[in-house]
C-alpha cells in the first residue's frame, strides 16, 4: 500500500521526463504565445554609467555625471523562459506559432502581415527558431551555472547574428544607405546583447523552477 502512494505520489512530481502532448501542454504553448506577444510591446527603462571616449570630459564633469538611459524590450529573455518552460520541441512549436499569427495580425513590434517578411527586424524572430533549438539542447534536468550562462551567451549570439544577417540581406534588396544600416544594428544589437544574456540567464532559472511548479499540468 505505502508503495503504491509512493508511485502515485511520484508521478506528479518533475523528475526529469520529456513532456507529453496533453490538453495541458497545449493551453501552455497558447499562454507562452500571448506572453511573447505582451513581451514584445513591453518597455522599461534602464539607466546606467557610461564612460565617453574623450578623457579631457573627465575634467570638466565628474567621473558618474555621465548617464544614459536605455529602453529595454524583454523579448529575448522571454524566449529563453519559455525553452527552459517548455524544452526544446514544443519551444519551438511556441515560437512557430508566433510567427504564424504574425502573419495575419498585428503582433510584432512594427505591424504584421506577409509584408513584414521584408522589415529589417524579421530575422530577429526567426532566429528564436535555431537559438532555441540549441540552446534547449544543452539544457539539461541538472543543469549547472556556467551551463546555463554558456547556452545563454550561444543563444543570445545566434539570434543577433542571424538578425544582423538578414537586415544586411534585407538592406541589399532596398539598396539602403549604409549610416542606415549601421544606426539599425547598433539599435537592434547594440548595448542590447549584455542586457539580453544577462536577463535571460534569470528567466532560464525562472522557467525550470516554473516547469517544476507546472508539471502536474503538463504531464
Same mark, same amino acid.
Given at each position: 500500500?505505502?508503495?503504491?502512494?509512493?508511485?502515485?505520489?511520484?508521478?506528479?512530481?518533475?523528475?526529469?521526463?520529456?513532456?507529453?502532448?496533453?490538453?495541458?501542454?497545449?493551453?501552455?504553448?497558447?499562454?507562452?504565445?500571448?506572453?511573447?506577444?505582451?513581451?514584445?510591446?513591453?518597455?522599461?527603462?534602464?539607466?546606467?554609467?557610461?564612460?565617453?571616449?574623450?578623457?579631457?570630459?573627465?575634467?570638466?564633469?565628474?567621473?558618474?555625471?555621465?548617464?544614459?538611459?536605455?529602453?529595454?524590450?524583454?523579448?529575448?529573455?522571454?524566449? +529563453?523562459? =519559455?525553452? @527552459? !518552460?517548455? *524544452?526544446?520541441?514544443?519551444?519551438?512549436?511556441?515560437?512557430?506559432?508566433?510567427? &504564424? #499569427?504574425?502573419?495575419? +495580425?498585428? =503582433?510584432? @513590434? !512594427?505591424? *504584421?502581415?506577409?509584408?513584414?517578411?521584408?522589415?529589417?527586424?524579421?530575422?530577429? &524572430? #526567426?532566429?528564436?527558431?535555431?537559438?532555441?533549438?540549441?540552446?534547449?539542447?544543452?539544457?539539461?534536468?541538472?543543469?549547472?551555472?556556467?551551463?546555463?550562462?554558456? #547556452?545563454?551567451?550561444?543563444?543570445?549570439?545566434?539570434?543577433?547574428?542571424?538578425?544582423?544577417?538578414?537586415?544586411?540581406?534585407?538592406?541589399?534588396?532596398?539598396?539602403?544607405?549604409?549610416?542606415?544600416?549601421?544606426?539599425?544594428?547598433?539599435?537592434?544589437?547594440?548595448?542590447?546583447?549584455?542586457?539580453?544574456?544577462?536577463?535571460?540567464?534569470?528567466?532560464?532559472?525562472?522557467?525550470?523552477?516554473?516547469?517544476?511548479?507546472?508539471?502536474?499540468?503538463?504531464?
Amino acid at each position: 500500500m505505502t508503495k503504491r502512494i509512493s508511485k502515485q505520489l511520484k508521478s506528479f512530481k518533475y523528475s526529469g521526463e520529456p513532456i507529453k502532448v496533453t490538453f495541458g501542454t497545449l493551453l501552455l504553448v497558447c499562454f507562452c504565445i500571448l506572453l511573447l506577444i505582451i513581451a514584445t510591446f513591453t518597455q522599461f527603462s534602464i539607466t546606467h554609467y557610461y564612460f565617453p571616449l574623450d578623457v579631457s570630459a573627465y575634467q570638466d564633469n565628474g567621473l558618474f555625471d555621465y548617464t544614459k538611459t536605455y529602453r529595454y524590450i524583454p523579448q529575448i529573455p522571454t524566449v +529563453f523562459f =519559455i525553452m @527552459a !518552460l517548455l *524544452g526544446r520541441k514544443f519551444g519551438i512549436l511556441t515560437v512557430c506559432g508566433y510567427i &504564424i #499569427l504574425g502573419m495575419f +495580425f498585428p =503582433i510584432f @513590434a !512594427l505591424g *504584421g502581415g506577409i509584408t513584414y517578411l521584408f522589415e529589417y527586424g524579421f530575422g530577429y &524572430i #526567426l532566429a528564436f527558431i535555431p537559438a532555441m533549438f540549441f540552446s534547449g539542447t544543452l539544457l539539461k534536468v541538472k543543469t549547472d551555472f556556467l551551463r546555463i550562462v554558456l #547556452l545563454t551567451i550561444l543563444g543570445v549570439c545566434a539570434i543577433h547574428i542571424l538578425g544582423i544577417l538578414y537586415m544586411l540581406f534585407i538592406a541589399t534588396l532596398r539598396h539602403a544607405p549604409m549610416d542606415l544600416i549601421s544606426s539599425w544594428i547598433s539599435s537592434q544589437s547594440g548595448v542590447q546583447i549584455f542586457y539580453d544574456i544577462i536577463f535571460s540567464v534569470l528567466t532560464v532559472y525562472l522557467g525550470r523552477i516554473t516547469r517544476k511548479v507546472t508539471w502536474i499540468i503538463m504531464c
